[in-house]
Structure formats: C-alpha cells, structure tokens
C-alpha cells in the first residue's frame, strides 16, 4: 500500500502500458473504497465500479435508477484510495454523455464503459433488453471521445447486442463502435469459449470479458481468457455477493443465538482493518502536523 497517491494521469498511463504488454488484467469490482484497498494489497490490476452493483448497495434494481450524482459520488471515493486504475461503468451514458465524460475525467477515472441498451436498462445477463440503433450509439460514442482530454482516459463500448440480435450482429456493431473511436470493446453475455474466440478473431481491438457469476456466460480462468486473446477480466459482482452472503449469515445469527461469540472467527480483526485502513501512518501524520503523542500529551 502507499500512503501517498497517484495522480490520475499517472494511473492511467499505468492502465495503458499495462494492457499493451499482453498480460490480461484482472479486475474485480469495488462497492466501496475499502474494498477498493483490499484489490490493490492483494496485487490486482486495477478497481472496477459496477453499475449493477451501485444500483444494489443503494436498494434498487439494476433499471437505470441511478443517477450520474449517485455512481460519480461513489466512484470517487473509491479512486481517490488507491493507485489503481479505476474503470467504471456509466450504463447508458445518463442524460449527457458531455457532461458525463467531464465528470468522470475530472474525478480521476481512468476508463469508463457505455452500453447500447435503452436508457430503462437491464442487467446484461438478463432477458427483455432493447437496444437502441447502431447509429445512435456511434453517435454516443463520438460525443464521448470528443469530450475527453486527456488521451489516455479510454472509451470502452459494451454491447448488449448478442441475446438480442444474435453474436454476428453484436460483431458488425462492434465494429462500427471501434471506427467511431472506442479503443476497447466489452461483448456482453458471451457464452462460452466458443463465443469468445469468435468474437477475439472478428474485431481488430483490445477487448474486456465478464466474468460474473449466475449469468449467461461459462466462468473462465483468467488464463483461459488470456489465451483467447482478452485483454481485461473484470469480477463486477464478486466482492458484493461475498459480502452481503457473510453479513446475512452472522445476522441471522446473532438474532437466533442473542450474541456474536459463535461467528468472531469469520470477522475481520480490528487489527487488519487498522492494517488495511493504514490507521498508524494516518496517526503518525496527526503527531507530526499536529505535534501531539497518541496518549494525548504535548
């Protein structure tokens, strides 16, 4: 960990040299800033931030409730923790992809992805979606490359497009996303190795798998991917589902038994939440700005 942060030019120079060496990166997604500590003590690659994911911890269903306030506010926080690489999913594009991309770029976000869905979206591992036209999401697509500055912030197209229109159709609109300015393109709902490698050898782009769980596509090692030809893995949900399954549990608990003693041995210690929270390098800073000793004496 490092106390001192990287600036957000740095990491997303980072991010470029990273995913032009021919390793994939692998990344889980963050819920919030602590998680976001964790994914780069453990040695990841860089943070992602899910919309899906966003949309829950706030109590709603992933149908484009949230707002650009809502996911910018929380990505952040969860960026401005850690000196990786922070992608984020920005569903549609909100109401402005201008005012969108300023808000992103300006907040220290490396990447961001937009889909092709209409704005009352729905989980890409889902049925009913509808898309919107090719030529509208290229539209969105130039106004969101237009509207960055900084070269090495990166547009990355997501597709919705293959359990509505077949894999060919999704291939054919990924390819006008890429001459539209998109660097970097996420097939949605891929199915297995098989969909995969098609898609490796039709498109001419660095290009992101999903990776989540209880969803259309065949959970793959990261090697695997690799050896496709993917250049990023993300793990949107991940973090959240091991979460909120734990905290359920030990609720559940606590209200049978009255007391927390039959499940301290699945807590986090106080100890590696000051570890991981850098607690004694923030109090070491206290003492010497404010010359005071932690037992309270001048």
């Known amino acids: 960990?490092?106390?001192?942060?990287?600036?957000?030019?740095?990491?997303?120079?980072?991010?470029?040299?990273?995913?032009?060496?021919?390793?994939?990166?692998?990344?889980?997604?963050?819920?919030?800033?602590?998680?976001?500590?964790?994914?780069?003590?453990?040695?990841?690659?860089?943070?992602?931030?899910?919309?899906?994911?966003?949309?829950?911890?706030?109590?709603?269903?992933?149908?484009?409730?949230?707002?650009?306030?809502?996911?910018?506010?929380?990505?952040?926080?969860?960026?401005r923790v850690t000196n990786l690489p922070t992608i984020v999913d920005i569903d549609t594009g909100f109401k402005s992809c201008k005012k969108t991309i300023k808000t992103f770029e300006k907040i220290g976000i490396t990447a961001v992805h937009i889909e092709d869905q209409v704005s009352q979206k729905r989980c890409g591992h889902l049925e009913n979606k509808e898309l919107i036209s090719t030529k509208e999401m290229v539209k969105k697509i130039k106004e969101c490359v237009k509207s960055k500055k900084d070269k090495n912030f990166k547009i990355i197209a997501r597709s919705d497009a293959k359990a509505v229109e077949g894999i060919n159709k999704m291939i054919d609109r990924c390819k006008a996303y890429i001459d539209a300015g998109a660097e970097i393109v996420f097939p949605e709902a891929l199915a297995n190795e098989k969909d995969f490698e098609k898609v490796r050898k039709s498109l001419d782009c660095y290009l992101l798998a999903n990776m989540t769980e209880f969803g259309k596509s065949k959970l793959l090692n990261?090697?695997?991917?690799?050896?496709?030809?993917?250049?990023?893995?993300?793990?949107?949900?991940?973090?959240?589902?091991?979460?909120?399954?734990?905290v359920e549990d030990g609720l559940?608990?606590?209200?049978?038994?009255?007391?927390?003693?039959?499940?301290?041995?699945?807590?986090?210690?106080?100890?590696?939440?000051?570890?991981?929270?850098?607690?004694?390098?923030?109090?070491?800073?206290d003492e010497k700005i404010y010359n005071f000793s932690t037992d309270g004496h001048e």
Do not use: C, W
Request: aromatic fraction near 10%; charge should be positive.
């Open 222 to 246: 990261y090697k695997d991917l690799e050896n496709l030809g993917y250049n990023i893995v993300i793990y949107p949900v991940t973090s959240q589902r091991l979460a909120m399954k734990n």
């Open 1 to 79: 960990m490092h106390f001192i942060k990287k600036k957000a030019k740095e990491k997303r120079k980072d991010f470029v040299n990273k995913i032009k060496n021919g390793k994939i990166l692998r990344v889980p997604g963050a819920y919030n800033p602590l998680t976001a500590k964790l994914i780069e003590e453990i040695g990841y690659d860089a943070v992602y931030v899910s919309g899906g994911v966003m949309s829950n911890d706030l109590g709603y269903p992933d149908i484009g409730l949230t707002t650009l306030e809502d996911v910018s506010d929380r990505s952040k926080k969860i960026a």
């Open 252 to 285: 559940r608990v606590i209200f049978k038994d009255g007391h927390q003693n039959n499940i301290i041995d699945k807590m986090q210690t106080r100890k590696r939440l000051y570890d991981l929270v850098e607690y004694e390098k923030y109090n070491a800073l």
